[in-house]
């Protein structure tokens, strides 16, 4: 018997081995082609409720095997998994497609389109109706014969390729590893890095220390390594991923996927991939978003090459460093950070036990959005190392499952990134609540210790449990509209937002205490974070810029002509590097967000995010950060309407206004 194919409400992770995905899937497709034929084949007069919401309501038993499969393959995966994605992806595109080309269904979704005027519908409802109607047209509905053809082939063509890319990647994050038996060349280490390195070279037979390319391991050597050469190969390493002479090389795949891109946004009626993209989101075109990014970029150089020659100087004075390497910067900047702020990173992890920083989420989240967070061990998980959780509300109503898992190992891709099991909808009359994980990759706990985690990894927990309380929090009726279905230029905020808690003192004294001895986290720490906050922000901002700059370029242009990658990118980092380039390392190879995500023609919604996130915590501090007013404002406006509105029409309603950049600027003390 099937578990997948059985009706479950959490996932059956335990009951589930890799032979079972492909014939649920297979399955899954033919209960959803049935389920589409009942709408196509109906001989009524198609209206909202038997074609625009029915069609919605399709395919549920498909996306929940789907969800747990994908999550799978990024958290838990292997070799096995990695071929069965790759057979998988093709059917999914195929059938994606037989929907979206279906010709017979798609005149129905347009006759209730043109119709709209004369119909009664909720806001909600006028906006599943245009997504829907927009949805079939994006995606070809409107092509002829031969036209869609060459569609289906290029999606197919996509779905393998991007796949491949993050195989690769994969791939190469696992195949490096510095193994040391000096303990001199350890010098500068903190004993957890080190305790972790040697717990990780026992584990694989080793003597001495073993360093990875994984964020826990590879962050901790680049920041604190006092061996100059070591660093260098660290982070050539990280930085030649996927662009070696090997089976893993992925320079054909980034040009054949932006190529392809193109070929579609053409087919399509768009001048290019990011034209495409963008007319669903809230910037609207790319020449907004480099008008935008290019302004920000004016704000923040002068103070990026100030600081850069700063660091610069500080080098040379320390320890005679003519010219700063990419290798250098976060060495460096972390002991003149350290000089400036009398503020060292290591001081401040015995604060921030990863358990008591999950508490302090959870309380954080009682006091504005009235949630309770109870630790169960009935939920089945696909690893030991997972945590669950069920959510409920001040009244005792069931909101949500919860998982999260925290720590890196072989099968998990590197980064921080939310997902969900089941989305929130309402169906026949009942709230189907969703289920939400979070994943992570901090260090692990130790023989020695438990889980220490540095503030940027505090601010990550923060940032991932925002995107989970949006899709904790969603109250609509269609799944398609539900919890992070939004814009991907609005799906930041309330993850952005959140991370504004880890530095307001009212917050921290929640949950930053001593993991020995309980005491809090003395003042005088909270105000230097503060303090340090918009450290190199200049030089922050330019990277970020320079990543989304990047991705326009790579997507709002044709690409046909581009030959060689990394000479495409020295001209695209050409107004924002700081650093000299590194002739045998490349960006684009191990890019995944662009090309593996969902971020192609996106990545500057990180920033654009970042001046709503601003804007909208300026009214926190207006008001107090646990003012219940404006959270529950937050929480009805934001949080709980998911995609069913425009954006700005949603923000507005939370603000009252338009957002403005210049609390982001005040905030990075740019202004």
């Not at 929940?64 to 069965?84: G, M, P, W, Y």
């Not at 109607?133 to 409107?142: E, L, S, V």
């Not at 504005?368 to 669950?388: Q, S």
Request: charged share 25%; with cysteine; hydrophobic share 35%.
């Amino acid at each position: 018997m099937n578990p997948l194919l059985q009706p479950f409400n959490t996932a059956p992770f335990s009951e589930i081995s890799n032979e079972h995905y492909k014939p649920a899937i297979k399955e899954a497709i033919e209960i959803a082609k049935k389920e589409i034929a009942v709408i196509v084949e109906s001989k009524a007069k198609a209206t909202f409720k038997n074609t625009t919401e029915a069609l919605d309501f399709t395919g549920e038993k498909l996306n929940r095997i789907t969800s747990i499969f994908f999550n799978l393959n990024s958290a838990e995966t292997n070799d096995e998994i990695q071929k069965i994605a790759q057979e998988i992806s093709p059917w999914l595109s195929e059938f994606s497609n037989d929907i979206t080309l279906n010709q017979a269904l798609f005149l129905k979704v347009k006759t209730v389109f043109e119709d709209r005027e004369h119909l009664t519908l909720t806001s909600e409802e006028k906006t599943l109706l245009e997504k829907q109607y927009k949805g079939f047209a994006r995606n070809g509905a409107n092509l002829k014969g031969v036209d869609k053809t060459a569609l289906r082939k290029i999606d197919a063509s996509l779905s393998k390729l991007s796949l491949k890319f993050g195989e690769n990647v994969l791939a190469e994050t696992n195949a490096f590893e510095m193994h040391l038996i000096d303990e001199k060349q350890l010098s500068g280490l903190p004993d957890s890095t080190k305790e972790a390195a040697q717990q990780l070279a026992t584990e694989k037979g080793k003597e001495g220390w073993v360093f990875t390319l994984d964020y826990p391991s590879y962050i901790p050597f680049l920041t604190y390594s006092d061996h100059r050469e070591l660093r260098k190969k660290m982070a050539i390493a990280a930085g030649k991923k996927a662009y070696q002479d090997n089976a893993f090389n992925n320079e054909q795949i980034v040009l054949d996927i932006v190529q392809l891109r193109h070929q579609r946004a053409n087919l399509l009626g768009y001048k290019t991939h990011a034209h495409f993209v963008l007319e669903e989101r809230m910037a609207e075109t790319p020449e907004n978003v480099i008008a935008f990014s290019n302004d920000l970029l004016k704000k923040a150089k002068p103070a990026a090459k100030t600081e850069f020659t700063h660091l610069e100087n500080y080098a040379k004075k320390l320890d005679g460093i003519d010219q700063l390497q990419k290798w250098d910067g976060a060495y460096y900047s972390e002991k003149l950070k350290k000089e400036i702020f009398d503020l060292d990173q290591e001081i401040l992890k015995p604060y921030f036990k990863l358990e008591n920083v999950i508490a302090g989420a959870f309380t954080i989240a009682h006091k504005l959005f009235d949630l309770n967070f109870e630790a169960v061990t009935n939920i089945d998980k696909y690893h030991e190392d997972v945590k669950t959780y069920n959510v409920t509300n001040t009244d005792g109503d069931f909101i949500a499952v919860f998982y999260a898992d925290f720590h890196p190992r072989k099968g998990k891709r590197n980064g921080a990134w939310m997902t969900s099991y089941k989305p929130q909808q309402i169906k026949n009359g009942v709230n189907e609540r969703p289920h939400v994980s979070i994943v992570c990759n901090f260090t692990k706990p130790t023989v020695t210790k438990p889980s220490l985690l540095t503030f940027n990894e505090v601010t990550t927990l923060f940032h991932e449990f925002g995107h989970a309380l949006h899709g904790m929090l969603a109250k609509t009726t269609y799944n398609s509209l539900s919890g992070t279905s939004v814009s991907w230029d609005f799906v930041e905020l309330p993850s952005q937002i959140l991370e504004n808690w880890c530095y307001e003192k009212e917050a921290l004294a929640l949950f930053a205490k001593h993991y020995e001895t309980g005491e809090m986290i003395p003042m005088e720490y909270v105000e230097k974070i503060k303090e340090s906050a918009s450290f190199h922000e200049g030089m922050q901002t330019l990277r970020q810029l320079s990543f989304g700059l990047l991705d326009m370029q790579w997507h709002g242009q044709d690409p046909s002509e581009i030959k060689s990658i990394k000479a495409f990118e020295k001209t695209a980092f050409s107004e924002t590097n700081l650093y000299p380039t590194v002739d045998n390392n490349c960006m684009s190879t191990a890019f995944s967000h662009i090309f593996q995500g969902g971020y192609s023609a996106g990545y500057y919604s990180y920033k654009w995010a970042e001046v709503l996130d601003a804007d909208a915590f300026e009214y926190f501090l207006e008001k107090g950060i646990f003012n219940k007013e404006v959270a529950t404002k937050f929480k009805e406006n934001v949080l709980s309407k998911g995609g069913t509105e425009k954006p700005l029409t949603l923000y507005k309603r939370f603000r009252g206004k338009e957002p403005k950049p210049d609390a982001l600027l005040k905030r990075a003390g740019l202004l």
